[in-house]
């Protein structure tokens, strides 16, 4: 069973890439809207893939919110998911 952390502040859009995971049935999603929501998520179960949006509003920064998290459980996959346009996510999440 594979489980995936979706970390994305807007209900809707983190409603929407549970459904397309769904589809690619994976069986266990958990859900978090800011850094320290997937932080305390991730203590409650690992995950084996993290989908993040890259800036969570209010709740933080999606790579901050990885790292964090990367240092508890060992790397996983991570794929970051936004529709900003930000010159930086890049490079910071590939050092």
Do not use: Y
Not at 12 to 22: F, K, P, S
């Amino acid at each position: 069973m594979c489980h995936v952390l979706i970390i994305e502040d807007v209900r809707l859009i983190a409603n929407h890439i549970a459904q397309l995971v769904e589809a690619a049935e994976v069986s266990l999603i958990d859900m978090a809207d800011s850094e320290d929501d997937a932080f305390a998520r991730t203590s409650l179960r690992a995950p084996e893939v993290i989908l993040s949006d890259a800036s969570l509003g209010t709740g933080g920064r999606g790579p901050v919110a990885v790292q964090r998290i990367i240092t508890v459980i060992e790397e996983r996959p991570v794929l970051f998911v936004t529709g900003e346009v930000m010159s930086n996510v890049t490079r910071a999440t590939c050092q």
